[in-house]
């Protein structure tokens, strides 16, 4: 059911500022910064071996990431699982007993099909299903 980890999302205030500490002292390169209105975030990609790392920084007060900086603070905010078939995993999420915040997918950064489950349903973590299109994840 699970590939990999395909992300880890991290949640700051600057994407400007954050990105040295990956690029230069992790030597992390940077794969791009992409804009999804639709969350009202800017996101940095940066590649991580297998895996990526997710830089989501708000651009509007009244954006979700905004909303957890200002409660949680910087840091972690979400780990995403790469699978296939999402529609699929979120009809077995839910067979499983699991709230999902995404009954149906939408569409993420860079284009992935994306539905989260909500962290009361998963140990307190906030879990991305995440279905990379068109290319492998």
Excluded: W
């Amino acid at each position: 059911m699970i590939k990999k980890v395909d992300h880890i999302g991290i949640a700051v205030n600057s994407i400007e500022e954050a990105i040295p500490f990956y690029t230069e002292v992790l030597s992390l390169p940077l794969l791009g910064i992409e804009e999804v209105e639709s969350e009202k975030v800017r996101v940095a990609f940066l590649k991580a071996g297998e895996s990526k790392i997710e830089l989501l920084e708000p651009t509007s007060e009244d954006s979700p990431i905004a909303r957890y900086i200002k409660k949680r603070g910087e840091g972690i905010h979400h780990v995403a699982l790469g699978v296939e078939s999402i529609g699929e995993r979120i009809a077995e999420m839910k067979a499983k007993g699991i709230q999902m915040i995404n009954e149906r997918p939408k569409t993420g950064a860079g284009g992935a099909l994306v539905a989260f489950m909500h962290p009361k349903s998963s140990g307190g973590v906030l879990c991305e299903l995440c279905e990379q299109k068109g290319k492998e994840g």
